[in-house]
């Protein structure tokens, strides 16, 4: 249980992002030292102007000197923060072509594995039997179409015309004449009628 727990876990951070990771951190601490001298050299011009009112010429030259200085390191602090961040850059860019080279290896692999599967004489096997399929059905066709002469062409038409003509033709007409009706009789085919009339005559 204590081991389930316990075990570490893999971190998934490398030592390129390590390394950018403190490449950032010393940018933003060189841009935090920068903004801190912009600071200085505002209040030291400023406090240089205030000598000069007051008639302290040298001190304000040298507070201005010092100023200088400051401007200068400004400058290189401001050089090492362009080759920081250039320098970030092309390690994030690196990580991204190692990316792109280990997706490229993959795909290799991949393609590798399917061409052993699959050789170029696999493949030209296969393209001669399915050729061969098809040119032998090609000859099946030309021999059956050679062996039936005009009159098989005919007697098969003939019967297809049969066949067609079995399925339009309508039901046959009775042969036999219906019986004529004469006024006053009863038709013959209705010997229910015939039936009830004697029944009355036997009991009139």
Not at 66 to 89: A, G, P, W
Not at 110 to 120: A, E, T
Not at 126 to 131: F, P, S
Request: proline share 3%; charged share 35%.
């Amino acid at each position: 249980m204590g081991n389930l727990f316990g075990r570490k876990r893999r971190s998934r951070v490398t030592e390129q992002d390590k390394a950018v990771l403190q490449l950032k951190q010393q940018r933003d601490k060189l841009r935090q030292y920068q903004k801190r001298i912009s600071l200085n050299l505002e209040r030291e011009r400023a406090l240089a102007r205030e000598l000069l009112r007051d008639g302290k010429k040298e001190k304000a030259m040298l507070l201005l000197k010092k100023k200088r200085y400051q401007e200068q390191l400004l400058d290189k602090t401001e050089n090492q923060i362009s080759n920081l961040e250039r320098m970030v850059q092309d390690i994030e860019f690196t990580q991204i072509e190692m990316k792109v080279i280990e997706g490229l290896k993959i795909g290799n692999e991949c393609l590798n594995k399917m061409h052993q599967v699959m050789s170029i004489e696999e493949v030209e096997r296969i393209m001669g039997e399915t050729q061969d399929a098809v040119e032998y059905q090609r000859q099946i066709d030309e021999i059956l179409a050679g062996s039936l002469t005009e009159e098989d062409e005919d007697a098969i038409l003939e019967e297809l015309n049969a066949i067609t003509q079995e399925q339009m033709e309508l039901p046959e007409v009775p042969s036999e004449p219906l019986p004529e009706k004469i006024p006053g009789t009863l038709p013959l085919y209705a010997p229910q009628l015939w039936l009830l009339i004697l029944q009355v005559h036997a009991i009139v």
